[in-house]
């Protein structure tokens, strides 16, 4: 009876979360997917920079270096959700979940490594948006004689933690549904479908306008952007954001931690 051969790889070094990292980052661009939403949303934050910029050339009305930011975040609050989804659910939609988690079984790591990764294309998109913005305050002194670079720390803190909060939403989504357009159509419902049924509600029901500050995470959001508000607004905040963040957040993980890679 022939010896059973074995291959021992208990001694093997396990994959440093930094190398992880560095394959998720290549991953989120790599696709023909990736690599066009992410020129995208620079492109889109570019295009609209300039429209806004000749428009208020053209009509010689004043604008300030914090007035083009506000519209990068406008953009890029509906763009970096949909990256957050395609840095997740590329696995299961390419079918390339298998190949990960045979070389990497510890499925949080791998998680963590994308949502890192999200943390920084959100960063990156950041930085860029303030650039473009930058470059366009510069023209518009050029062409009026003048510029109001006015966008204290609290508003740049503000503008990073409101794009972070988005980006992870989305994250949060494709943990749960792991499906890119199940997670798309759910984000977009979110964004735009359910603020006016909110606002119908709180209009027609007492209570339920008592109730939305609590529930309305896109709304309290405004709280982070305006520092004097109360302990109540910043209150509702963390409830919403337990709501709609955090508990789809747990129960993707959870998902995914227990998901059939097939």
């Not at 070389?103 to 473009?132: C, D, F, N, Q, S």
């Not at 470059?135 to 409101?162: K, N, Q, S």
């Not at 359910?194 to 709304?219: C, E, K, N, T, Y």
């Not at 982070?224 to 955090?246: K, M, N, P, R, T």
């Amino acid at each position: 009876m022939s010896a059973i051969h074995t291959l021992d790889v208990s001694g093997t070094a396990k994959t440093p979360f930094h190398r992880l990292v560095r394959v998720e980052l290549r991953k989120s661009y790599d696709t023909r997917a990736g690599f066009w939403l992410l020129l995208s949303i620079a492109l889109i934050v570019l295009a609209a920079e300039i429209i806004v910029l000749a428009v208020t050339t053209v009509q010689d009305e004043a604008i300030a270096f914090g007035d083009f930011i506000g519209v990068a975040a406008f953009l890029t609050s509906f763009l970096l959700p949909v990256l957050g989804i395609m840095v997740l659910t590329t696995e299961w939609s390419q079918r390339s979940a298998m190949v990960t988690f045979s070389l990497e079984p510890r499925r949080p790591l791998v998680i963590a490594a994308k949502a890192l990764v999200g943390v920084l294309l959100t960063l990156a998109t950041v930085a860029i948006a303030i650039g473009i913005g930058a470059v366009c305050t510069l023209l518009y002194r050029l062409i009026e004689g003048h510029a109001d670079w006015t966008f204290g720390w609290p508003d740049m803190f503000a503008f990073l933690l409101t794009q972070v909060l988005a980006m992870l939403g989305g994250f949060a989504l494709a943990a749960l549904l792991l499906n890119t357009p199940a997670a798309i159509v759910a984000f977009f419902v979110y964004k735009w479908v359910l603020p006016p049924l909110f606002f119908a509600g709180a209009a027609l029901m007492g209570w339920f306008d008592s109730l939305r500050p609590w529930i309305d995470f896109q709304s309290s959001q405004e709280a982070i952007w305006d520092w004097s508000s109360s302990g109540e607004d910043w209150a509702q905040l963390v409830v919403s954001g337990i709501v709609w963040l955090v508990i789809p957040l747990a129960i993707g993980i959870r998902r995914v931690l227990r998901a059939e890679v097939k």
